[in-house]
């Protein structure tokens, strides 16, 4: 159990007023953490600054947009004023921003807006926090939330996989680099997971949930927990040796690839004729 204590650790998360990174906040506050939020929306900051208050967690809760050089510069010296050093940055912020459309028809606003969310603030964070990171060496280490989606073909997502998987790449690469001073760098790729940015149990019809426990190996949906239990571990003791690893948490969806379940308990790899789920994209008629 010692393994899992995170007194005397600092963590900072990103986007930590919401989803996946609140509930990484809020595992990492039960370790024993001090925890740094960084939210841009300042209602989920304030609510989250009160909840980690109110357990007795310590905290610093800051209101700030991390695509923003300036903003992350100014939240790297309150870090430092107030700790001196980071022992785990969870680069959490990430958004699809809803663009779901073929490739032929994006744009390069587009493009730019979801590198600014999914990949940009990823360097600009890190690169800030590097001094601090070091400060905690050795044993500190860096988590970024890549996706499924940067792990295989996602049709009319086209760049935001791109960015997901440009996260693969930024970790194994600076894996290498940092590895000589004990710095580790990790990554956790999410399946489809319930938060106020997918909002996946309600947009499934009432007629279709029985469809929902075969859909995944594991029968569900993600929960904000399941990602907080790989990140508790990255952070953690217990991966001292793993670095540059991008770790699925998916219900085993890429495990099971092209299969699926039938109505009936089967499996098959053959297409399934049944008004199953919900569908992207224009249907043909
Ligand atoms: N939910 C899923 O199904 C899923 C699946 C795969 C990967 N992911 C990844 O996990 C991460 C978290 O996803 P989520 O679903 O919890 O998201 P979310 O939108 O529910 O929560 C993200 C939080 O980040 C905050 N935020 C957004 N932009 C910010 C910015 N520029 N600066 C500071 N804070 C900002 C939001 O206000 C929100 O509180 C993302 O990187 C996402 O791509 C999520």
Not at 143 to 150: K, M
Not at 206 to 234: I, K, M, S
């Amino acid at each position: 159990m010692t393994l899992l204590d995170f007194r005397g650790k600092v963590a900072l998360i990103t986007g930590g007023g919401g989803g996946i990174g609140r509930a990484i906040a809020d595992a990492y506050a039960q370790l024993g953490a001090a925890v740094v939020i960084a939210e841009r929306d300042a209602q989920r900051a304030q609510s989250v600054r009160e909840y980690l208050e109110g357990q007795g967690a310590e905290c610093l809760v800051i209101e700030a947009d991390v695509t923003d050089s300036k903003q992350v510069r100014s939240l790297a010296e309150e870090v430092e004023a107030r700790f001196r050093k980071l022992d785990i940055l969870v680069n959490n912020v990430g958004d699809s921003l809803g663009l779901v459309k073929p490739f032929a028809d994006s744009s390069e606003d587009e493009w730019d807006s979801l590198y600014a969310i999914n990949l940009r603030h990823v360097f600009l964070v890190t690169h800030a926090m590097l001094p601090l990171l070091r400060a905690a060496a050795p044993g500190s280490s860096v988590i970024s939330l890549s996706s499924v989606e940067g792990l295989r073909g996602y049709p009319l997502g086209v760049a935001y996989a791109a960015f997901k998987a440009g996260i693969g790449a930024f970790t194994k690469s600076l894996a290498c680099e940092l590895g000589p001073e004990q710095i580790r760098v990790n990554a956790i790729a999410c399946e489809t997971t319930e938060t106020e940015q997918i909002q996946i149990v309600k947009s499934v019809k009432l007629e279709h949930q029985p469809y929902v426990p075969r859909w995944f190996p594991l029968g569900r949906y993600g929960r904000p927990e399941d990602a907080a239990g790989a990140a508790v571990y990255l952070a953690s003791d217990l991966a001292a040796w793993v670095t540059g690893d991008t770790i699925l948490v998916d219900g085993g969806a890429l495990a099971q690839g092209g299969w699926r379940q039938m109505r009936d308990g089967r499996w098959t790899n053959s297409p399934i004729i049944e008004d199953a789920h919900r569908g992207y994209g224009p249907a043909k008629t």
